[in-house]
């Protein structure tokens, strides 16, 4: 089992950049997928990154070109890098790690973007 632990979120003017990361332990973090999710009020939770084992990256056709997701097996660490940022992207992002052996998934706590002017 693996615990996340996210962090970086905040308020942030249209235009703007954030970074949020997302810090594993507790298992072999090279095992796992991971995945940057988000859901704002009102609507489904949606992907909007993800990162093979050996780097592989894939993004949401609404964040493409603008966020990038990133991961260090050394530091277990995700990050997601955000540019260019919009009022449509404020919503809780979540941090998803999947066992690819498994196939078992767990999530972080959460952390808030607010993109407002």
């Known amino acids: ?3 996340l632990v996210e962090s970086g979120g905040g308020l942030v ?7 949020l990361s997302c810090a594993a332990s507790g298992s072999i973090f090279s095992n796992y997928a991971m995945y940057w999710y988000r859901q704002a009020p009102g ?5 909007v990154a993800g990162i093979s084992r050996d780097g592989i990256t894939n993004y ?3 964040v493409k070109g603008r966020f ?3 991961r260090s097996n050394a530091k277990n660490t995700v990050s997601l890098q955000m540019n ?5 992207d404020t919503a809780e ?3 998803k790690a999947r066992n690819v052996y498994s196939n078992n998934a767990y ?5 808030q973007v607010t993109v407002s002017s």
């Open 60 to 62: 949401a056709d609404s």
């Open 13 to 19: 003017q249209p235009g703007g950049s954030l970074r």
């Open 107 to 111: 999530w972080g706590q959460g952390t």
């Open 1 to 3: 089992q693996v615990q």
């Open 68 to 70: 990038t997701i990133s």
């Open 84 to 88: 260019s940022l919009k009022p449509e």
């Open 43 to 47: 609507k489904q939770r949606e992907l």
């Open 93 to 95: 992002y979540y941090c």
